[in-house]
């Protein structure tokens, strides 16, 4: 329920002004060189920046960064066009980074995506999934 108000007033802000962001996007090769059992604390905040978001769960810490964008199809400012071609685009990051006690990375969680939202006869979705960018580096 939460994440439809919160799709609810991007696509409204979005009709309104064309393109709205939340957070920011992580350089996924920085994202690449966190890894469990062997990256500290120090190290995520020096790649990575501050976390939008901190957990706290016994002894473990949580550091969470998040990215949404969302920008109106150009085709969607056409006159009369724009009722039958128009939509958005949608961008989506999500990396959660655990800390142990010691503050070494415990576990690392990413998640990514994006979708093709149409109005109108384009109405419906079409994902768009970088699956190559979800790989990690050998």
Known sequence: MHI???FLCL???V???GCVSMGRKLDQEAVNRIHEGKTTRAE???WLGSPDQTTRMGE???????FVRASAKPEGFIPIVGAFAGGV???NQM???TFDRNDVVRQLMTTGGGSEIGVGLSAGS???VDVEGTKRPK
């Open 60 to 66: 473990s810490t949580t550091f969470q960064y998040h």
């Open 95 to 97: 990396v959660s980074v």
């Open 89 to 91: 685009n949608m961008q």
């Open 126 to 128: 079409k994902a768009k």
């Open 11 to 13: 696509l409204t802000i």
């Open 15 to 17: 009709a309104a002004t």
């Open 4 to 6: 439809t108000r919160i």
């Open 44 to 46: 995520v905040v020096q």
